[in-house]
């Protein structure tokens, strides 16, 4: 998950700390792989991250090398694939839109967590 930290209404590590709950609660594994990302580089958003249990914090904007990096030090899997940005940009309907209609296991995850803990079901 790329949650940045300056989130309105709630912030990222206030977002965090909600999905590592819900993770313990009905005993998730794997834990998601959450990066916080921010225009500042200080050492009070690292802490915060920290104790919110985000696994890494980086710099927008972000690099494809500083994400692929922040996982490989993570032990998360990497897999290299080219990406056509202008389509999904340009055909109308969002990247969470598209995952959506295909059925993409984060979107079920994430709908099966505002099932257990209420909310807005729309994207």
Not at 99 to 115: E, N, S
Request: proline share 4%; glycine share 8%.
């Amino acid at each position: 998950i790329l949650m940045d930290v300056h989130l309105p209404k709630m912030n990222a590590f206030d977002s965090t700390k909600r999905i590592r709950a819900f993770e313990s609660k009905y005993s998730w594994h794997p834990k998601c792989f959450i990066i916080g990302l921010t225009g500042e580089n200080n050492d009070r958003i690292r802490a915060l991250a920290q104790r919110s249990g985000m696994n890494d914090v980086l710099l927008k904007p972000l690099s494809p090398a500083a994400f692929r990096n922040s996982c490989l030090r993570h032990n998360v899997p990497v897999r290299e694939r080219r990406v056509s940005v202008g389509k999904v940009l340009h055909d109308g309907e969002s990247g969470l839109q598209k995952m959506q209609r295909k059925g993409h296991a984060v979107v079920a995850a994430y709908q099966q967590y505002l099932q257990h803990e209420g909310g807005c079901r729309r994207f």
